[in-house]
């Protein structure tokens, strides 16, 4: 836990929502805590690396069955297998994939993230510097995480349109668009050769934009504070609802990635999933084994450039993010780091 947890607000989120003080302490301490330990000594999960892919499409928390749901209305997604997820959180999954063992993979390897994480973990290691950070978090400085000069190629795609950010094409209330990291991967599939590219899209992570966006609105409660909606009126139905139209969202850009990069091997994962109430569980954290967190879907297409797009995002610079920015950005999109 951070120095801060046991502020009177805290306190007294504490005392309205018992579940998620329980959640925060006694599973925090007595379940994520060493099961993040343990990943450190010994991986749990299948390091993507040791699969067989070109293009690797990270759709941040996106569920087996929510893929499964969809399936039918996109004519790229077939059989839609599984595998178990090397991280409960995204700065987990990053630091427990990006590992010594697959330095060699890594060095050819370009990896555009909208997902701050990348930044946070491998170049800042804040885990490791800061002893006051959330207890799961300083956790990672057990595994064997390269740093970001490791890598191929680096973008810092959460530098479009971050969360607090009124842009052209996003939600000031939301994360980096798709439509970023789809052209961002058309250019440099097109312009520089790498054996792997990683493409990290924010979506289906909440909040879940895509409904305000079309409607030109401020985001409702169960689009933004989706936890406390859910635990005021157990209405999963709207949650779930809002989550897959965030998914769909982000689908209808991957579909114009897949006719416009050539690749043979292309692979539609996430890096964690999420959970909606299962086994009395909701989100996702660092350690967690919750099946529907760990397990993620793995399903396998291909891509042929047929130039239907022609990119309008220029490379962002290679300068960080401000650490406390950034920081404070995660946060306000959930993250407790």
Known sequence: MSQYDWSLENVKKGLKHPGRALDEV??????????ARLNGRRPI????????????????????DALEAVADEYDFLGAID???SV???????IARTFDEAHRREIANTAYLSA?????????DRRHEVDPGKHLTYRALRAMPTVGIDALGKAEYLFRY????????????????PPRYVTDRAISVSRAESYDRTILHYFQPHSP?????????RELYEYEDDWWGYLTETGDVETVWNAYLDDLRYVLDDVELLLENLDAERVVISADHGEAFGEYGVLGHKIGSLHPKIRRVPWAETTAEDRHTREPTVSEPDDA?????????????LGYKV
Request: hydrophobic share 40%; with cysteine.
């Open 320 to 332: 960080r993010v401000d650490s406390e920015s950034l920081e404070a950005q995660l946060e306000a």
């Open 26 to 35: 006694a599973l925090e301490y007595l379940y994520r805590f060493p099961a």
């Open 45 to 64: 999960g299948t390091n993507v690396f040791d699969r067989e892919w070109d293009v690797l499409i990270l759709l941040d928390t996106c569920r087996v």
């Open 161 to 176: 349109e971050p969360w607090g950010v009124d842009g052209e094409r996003g939600h000031v209330d939301g994360m980096t």
């Open 82 to 84: 599984s595998i178990r």
């Open 115 to 123: 997902n701050g994480h990348l930044q946070q973990v491998l170049e």
């Open 208 to 216: 879940w934009v895509s409904n305000a966006l079309e409607d030109d």
């Open 87 to 93: 991280g409960g959180g995204s700065a987990e999954w």
